[in-house]
């Protein structure tokens, strides 16, 4: 009777571990799928539909300002532009390539001048918001996270994980 008790609590703390650590396995394999430039291991674990409402609402809301009419011509045509910017852009080589650089800007290449960001790796860091909510922090080298972004991973089942929120840095928000 004490050993099958033993067996169904070490079967129980291995289930509650795996409930817990599954969104570390979930940034892992996404790492890796990124730096491998598969596609399709990455778009296993994103929900690309939810990721381009959140970056389109980030830049509403950012070229938007308090005082601007949500019915005004200036502000429908923003958003249309917004729509096909964010539409062409949020594909998976591009969140790829910004899991990579731990950065949301386009490579700029000078003649004779070695790219910087290619050498530093974004140091990235972790935190549960609730129990449904994971949060993944990318910050540079001297530690600022000013100029990277937050991946933000949503629970879709018991230990399944997606990518649905890309928090752009904050002096991209910033006019």
């Not at 949301?104 to 860091?125: C, I, L, S």
């Not at 909510?133 to 001297?142: G, H, L, T």
């Amino acid at each position: 009777m004490n050993r099958n008790r033993l067996y169904v609590a070490l079967i129980l703390s291995a289930v509650a571990g795996y409930w817990y650590f599954s969104p570390y396995l979930t940034v892992y394999q996404l790492q890796a799928a990124a730096q491998a430039g598969d596609a399709a291991a990455f778009n296993k674990h994103v929900d690309y539909p939810q990721l381009r409402d959140s970056v389109k609402q980030q830049l509403v809301a950012m070229t938007t300002g308090p005082s601007a009419s949500e019915d005004s011509l200036a502000a429908k045509l923003g958003q249309l532009v917004i729509d096909k910017l964010v539409n062409a852009f949020v594909r998976p080589e591009a969140v790829m390539l910004a899991m990579q650089k731990g950065v949301f800007k386009p490579q700029q290449k000078h003649a004779g001048v070695p790219d910087q960001t290619a050498a530093q790796k974004p140091q990235w860091t972790s935190s549960h918001d609730g129990v449904n909510r994971f949060i993944v922090q990318a910050s540079d080298a001297k530690g600022g996270a000013s100029q990277t972004l937050a991946l933000v991973l949503e629970r879709n089942g018991f230990a399944d994980w997606k990518l649905a929120e890309i928090r752009l840095p904050a002096d991209v928000r910033q006019p």
